[in-house]
């Protein structure tokens, strides 16, 4: 007997029950379609976040590198003063990574390369992030460009509200900056020094949404930004309206204080006299920008973690303002050692795959780095795990389905003894009989399977539709599932494969069939 | 040599605490070409014996042996092979599947000795011709009288060319006229086909007229073994 004969008697015993069959199978369904949607919702998040969110913001190319930390500082400045201290501040400067701002330190230098010999002061490691470090990071082969973040809060006044906003500092030239490759309107500044700001779509709705409060109903909270409602053109328009506005920025006097009025030699004084106002009574200064360019801000899912800042200004103003706006810690840390250089620095690399060399190369500069590539493989397994316990959730479905299909089995064969008996007296064997029942089960399983991975897909569809109209409510349509095709045929597979384990003990009893028993009830 | 042998066969059957002995010591050959009846009271083990010739059982003590053969070393694969190749059987009940036509139902006997697809049906055609139910063919059991599905079970069995017919009151469900056509075709395809049948029944007249030799039963032991 061939496998055809056996696919033949096989679906023939469906075709007999099947109603039974249908019940079977919707089963098998019901436990597939929840595999489907569960591990399509899984990897449709791991999509979202690491293809689209990470990919579309170029976090693969940068290169995060943390200074030392005014602890570490000290330190460094005690063995330069007291060599015969290294031993003893090598272990407290290694004991205290753990409270640094970093956190989550990947790129620490393994310990067995900071052996004294090789390294006779290992504490030089921790070196001041300052403007000849950066510079040296900028020759690593691989290295588009390396630069100092400045990002600092402040005060800002714009269309005559006053905020707290997160200010970045950026290079005028497009290159050194993709972020700044496409504007909504206007463009990038005229000069590093320039009195100018770009600012975000997002910011300007905000401020937009302030002045009407209907709109600020459809404002979201969580980690779906809301994108633009408005037409494209609406959006142009908008922000080509902003172009060539006033925001005001505010500071303390720069004569306020026990400060001293130069830091490496920058005058605090900030600006040229004609540009410079004072607040009532001269308790704060102001200092006007203009916009000069407008950034689209794009809808999707967003992290804390990477909050963007919604306005930036020129790298040489930043570093003024940045020097102006220290918090007390930061004066107290300097008061202790002097210049301590800058917290962090940004390098970008040319493409992804040289991210881990110039990290390596960063260790060797002695200081500490964090990449994303660092951590995606991290998010990896943090997806393959709730993968995993998604799949679970539907594997236990289907494995309540695949009692279904034993017992659908071991009804059918009750029904078939005496069928059965029939066959093996005209000469069928027990590999036979068995054949004919696994074939039943896994083309319930097929059936099952195949049904579904089709159910399965019309509810993400369905899923997805809903949340994009009543959770995500504006935005482009966000692809939440994802169904590849491993997916497709590896859910079938499973579900065949589950219904041959369900259907081995029903088999081997009909295999154990005793003909003369069968035959001789009538 | 006989074609098959019985040598001191006996088989129990276990019914919990208690053992029921069908057939104990039992010794009996059949000659190829013979037409042999097993006769006996209900209970005296005939069944028992024609299902252990059909390969269908093993005894406890004891071998059956065909063509001189033991049964006894087969594995249930090889057995399962005797029962598809040597032997044919036919039941009282006819045994056929009641959801598939008499066509299908021989050509599942031919499936299973692996009988091409395209093959099959004019085979089962042939032979159900040869049992004169051409006209029969696409008819479930349910819409054939006893005789027609005897005959039906008698193609079945002869499907792929068994050495031997064993069969176990093939005329117990038919009334005396069907049982008479039907004693006439087994004993005309005996000597066409020189085919060797060995019958169980429970009718002595119909032993005699046929048979050419009587294998008595009692008890589950031979008490005679002559015509
Ligand atoms: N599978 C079995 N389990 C237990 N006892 C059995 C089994 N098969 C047969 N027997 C017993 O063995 C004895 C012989 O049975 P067998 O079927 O061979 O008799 P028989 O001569 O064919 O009778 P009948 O003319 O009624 O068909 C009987 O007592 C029967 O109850
Ligand atoms: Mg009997």
Same mark, same amino acid.
């Given at each position: 007997?061939?496998?055809?004969?056996?696919?033949?008697?096989?679906?023939?015993?469906?075709?007999?029950?099947?109603?039974?069959?249908?019940?079977?199978?919707?089963?098998?369904?019901?436990?597939?379609?929840?595999?489907?949607?569960? #591990?399509?919702?899984?990897?449709?998040?791991?999509?979202?976040?690491?293809?689209?969110?990470?990919?579309?913001?170029?976090?693969?190319?940068?290169?995060?590198?943390?200074?030392?930390?005014?602890?570490?500082?000290?330190?460094?400045?005690?063995?330069?003063?007291?060599?015969?201290?290294?031993?003893?501040?090598?272990?407290?400067?290694?004991?205290?990574?753990?409270?640094?701002?970093?956190?989550?330190?990947?790129?620490?230098?393994?310990?067995?390369?900071?052996?004294?010999?090789?390294?006779?002061?290992?504490?030089?490691?921790?070196?001041?992030?300052?403007?000849?470090?950066?510079?040296?990071?900028?020759?690593?082969?691989?290295?588009?460009?390396?630069?100092? #973040?400045?990002?600092?809060?402040?005060?800002?006044?714009?269309?005559?509200?006053?905020?707290?906003?997160?200010?970045?500092?950026?290079?005028?030239? &497009?290159?050194?900056?993709?972020?700044?490759?496409?504007?909504?309107?206007?463009?990038?500044?005229?000069?590093?020094?320039?009195?100018?700001?770009?600012?975000?779509?997002?910011?300007?709705?905000?401020?937009?949404?302030?002045?009407?409060?209907?709109?600020?109903?459809?404002?979201?909270?969580?980690?779906?930004?809301?994108?633009?409602?408005?037409?494209?053109?609406?959006?142009?328009?908008?922000?080509?309206?902003?172009?060539?506005?006033?925001?005001?920025?505010?500071?303390?006097?720069?004569?306020?204080?026990?400060?001293?009025?130069?830091?490496?030699?920058?005058?605090?004084?900030?600006?040229?006299?004609?540009?410079?106002?004072?607040?009532?009574?001269?308790?704060?200064?102001?200092?006007?920008?203009?916009?000069?360019?407008?950034?689209?801000?794009?809808?999707?899912?967003?992290?804390?973690?990477?909050?963007?800042?919604?306005?930036?200004?020129?790298?040489?103003?930043?570093?003024?303002?940045?020097?102006?706006?220290?918090?007390?810690?930061?004066?107290?840390?300097?008061?202790?050692?002097?210049?301590?250089?800058?917290?962090?620095?940004?390098?970008?690399?040319?493409?992804?795959? &040289?991210?881990?060399?110039?990290?390596?190369?960063?260790?060797?500069?002695?200081?500490?780095?964090?990449?994303?590539?660092?951590?995606?493989?991290?998010?990896?397994?943090?997806?393959?795990?709730?993968?995993?316990?998604?799949?679970?959730?539907?594997?236990?479905?289907?494995?309540?389905?695949?009692?279904?299909?034993?017992?659908?089995?071991?009804?059918?064969?009750?029904?078939?003894?005496?069928?059965?008996?029939?066959?093996?007296?005209?000469?069928?064997?027990?590999?036979?009989?068995?054949?004919?029942?696994?074939?039943?089960?896994?083309?319930?399983?097929?059936?099952?399977?195949?049904?579904?991975?089709?159910?399965?897909?019309?509810?993400?569809?369905?899923?997805?539709?809903?949340?994009?109209?009543?959770?995500?409510?504006?935005?482009?349509?966000?692809?939440?599932?994802?169904?590849?095709?491993?997916?497709?045929?590896?859910?079938?597979?499973?579900?065949?494969?589950?219904?041959?384990?369900?259907?081995?003990?029903?088999?081997?009893?009909?295999?154990?069939?005793?003909?003369?028993?069968?035959?001789?009830?009538? | 040599?006989?074609?098959?042998?019985?040598?001191?066969?006996?088989?129990?059957?276990?019914?919990?605490?208690?053992? &029921?002995?069908?057939?104990?010591?039992?010794?009996?050959?059949?000659?190829?070409?013979?037409?042999?009846?097993?006769?006996?009271?209900?209970?005296?083990?005939?069944?028992?014996?024609?299902?252990?010739?059909?390969?269908?059982?093993?005894?406890?003590?004891?071998?059956?042996?065909?063509?001189?053969?033991?049964?006894?070393?087969?594995?249930?694969?090889?057995?399962?092979?005797?029962?598809?190749?040597?032997?044919?059987?036919?039941?009282?009940?006819?045994?056929?599947?009641?959801?598939?036509?008499?066509?299908?139902?021989?050509?599942?006997?031919?499936?299973?000795?692996?009988?091409?697809?395209?093959?099959?049906?004019?085979?089962?055609?042939?032979?159900?011709?040869? #049992?004169?139910?051409?006209?029969?063919?696409?008819?479930?059991?349910?819409?054939?009288?006893?005789?027609?599905?005897?005959? &039906?079970?008698?193609?079945?069995?002869?499907?792929?060319?068994?050495?031997?017919?064993?069969?176990?009151?093939?005329?117990?469900?038919?009334?005396?006229?069907?049982?008479?056509?039907?004693?006439?075709?087994?004993?005309?395809?005996?000597?066409?086909?020189?085919?060797?049948?060995?019958?169980?029944?429970?009718?002595?007249?119909?032993?005699?007229?046929?048979?050419?030799?009587?294998?008595?039963?009692?008890?589950?032991?031979?008490?005679?073994?002559?015509?």
């Amino acid at each position: 007997m061939n496998l055809t004969d056996i696919l033949a008697l096989a679906l023939r015993n469906l075709r007999q029950a099947k109603l039974r069959t249908a019940l079977t199978v919707i089963g098998v369904v019901i436990g597939v379609a929840a595999i489907i949607t569960m #591990v399509s919702f899984g990897i449709g998040l791991q999509q979202n976040i690491i293809s689209n969110a990470f990919a579309k913001l170029d976090l693969f190319t940068v290169i995060t590198v943390f200074g030392a930390n005014t602890d570490e500082l000290i330190a460094l400045d005690d063995t330069m003063n007291n060599p015969s201290n290294v031993p003893s501040n090598n272990a407290d400067a290694s004991s205290n990574n753990a409270d640094d701002d970093s956190g989550d330190d990947p790129s620490d230098p393994p310990q067995g390369e900071s052996s004294p010999a090789a390294s006779p002061t290992p504490d030089l490691r921790r070196r001041r992030l300052d403007d000849a470090a950066i510079a040296e990071m900028a020759a690593i082969n691989g290295v588009r460009y390396a630069l100092p #973040v400045l990002m600092f809060q402040s005060y800002v006044r714009y269309e005559g509200r006053t905020e707290r906003q997160r200010i970045g500092g950026a290079l005028a030239s &497009v290159d050194y900056n993709p972020r700044f490759k496409n504007f909504l309107a206007g463009g990038s500044f005229t000069n590093d020094d320039a009195r100018e700001v770009i600012v975000t779509e997002n910011f300007l709705d905000r401020v937009a949404a302030r002045r009407n409060p209907a709109r600020r109903a459809r404002r979201n909270q969580g980690p779906f930004s809301p994108a633009p409602v408005k037409s494209d053109e609406q959006r142009a328009e908008d922000a080509a309206s902003a172009i060539g506005r006033e925001i005001t920025l505010l500071t303390l006097p720069s004569a306020a204080g026990p400060e001293p009025t130069s830091v490496f030699g920058i005058p605090l004084g900030l600006l040229e006299a004609g540009d410079q106002e004072s607040g009532p009574d001269g308790r704060y200064e102001t200092h006007v920008f203009r916009i000069r360019g407008v950034l689209p801000s794009d809808g999707g899912v967003n992290f804390d973690q990477f909050a963007r800042t919604d306005l930036y200004i020129p790298v040489e103003q930043a570093r003024r303002f940045r020097q102006a706006n220290r918090d007390p810690l930061e004066l107290m840390s300097e008061a202790l050692i002097g210049d301590a250089g800058y917290q962090r620095a940004e390098v970008r690399v040319m493409d992804p795959t &040289v991210v881990r060399d110039v990290q390596r190369e960063i260790t060797k500069l002695g200081f500490r780095s964090f990449s994303l590539t660092n951590q995606i493989d991290e998010i990896r397994y943090i997806f393959f795990v709730v993968n995993g316990g998604l799949a679970l959730l539907g594997g236990i479905a289907l494995l309540v389905a695949s009692f279904g299909i034993a017992n659908t089995m071991i009804m059918s064969i009750l029904e078939r003894t005496r069928e059965i008996g029939i066959m093996k007296a005209i000469g069928g064997s027990d590999g036979e009989i068995m054949r004919i029942f696994f074939f039943e089960a896994s083309l319930i399983g097929l059936l099952g399977g195949a049904f579904g991975v089709l159910a399965g897909w019309g509810t993400d569809r369905l899923a997805n539709f809903l949340v994009n109209r009543y959770v995500v409510k504006q935005g482009p349509y966000i692809e939440f599932f994802s169904i590849p095709w491993y997916l497709w045929l590896g859910a079938i597979a499973f579900a065949v494969l589950i219904s041959l384990a369900a259907a081995v003990y029903p088999a081997l009893r009909a295999a154990r069939v005793d003909p003369i028993r069968a035959l001789r009830h009538d | 040599m006989p074609i098959l042998e019985a040598r001191s066969v006996t088989r129990e059957y276990h019914m919990g605490a208690e053992t &029921v002995r069908a057939l104990s010591d039992v010794s009996a050959g059949i000659e190829r070409g013979e037409f042999v009846a097993i006769i006996g009271t209900s209970g005296s083990g005939k069944s028992t014996l024609l299902n252990l010739f059909g390969g269908l059982d093993r005894p406890n003590e004891g071998e059956i042996l065909f063509d001189g053969k033991s049964l006894a070393p087969l594995s249930s694969r090889e057995m399962a092979r005797y029962r598809l190749r040597r032997v044919g059987m036919i039941f009282q009940s006819f045994n056929l599947i009641p959801t598939m036509t008499a066509q299908q139902n021989v050509t599942l006997a031919l499936a299973f000795a692996g009988v091409a697809r395209r093959d099959r049906r004019t085979r089962a055609d042939e032979l159900l011709a040869r #049992v004169g139910l051409e006209t029969r063919a696409l008819h479930r059991p349910s819409e054939l009288s006893g005789g027609e599905q005897q005959r &039906v079970a008698i193609a079945r069995a002869l499907a792929n060319e068994p050495d031997i017919l064993l069969a176990d009151e093939p005329t117990g469900n038919l009334d005396s006229r069907r049982a008479t056509e039907l004693m006439d075709f087994l004993n005309e395809m005996r000597r066409r086909d020189r085919r060797t049948i060995v019958m169980v029944t429970h009718d002595q007249e119909l032993a005699h007229n046929y048979a050419d030799r009587i294998i008595r039963l009692k008890d589950g032991r031979v008490i005679d073994g002559d015509a």
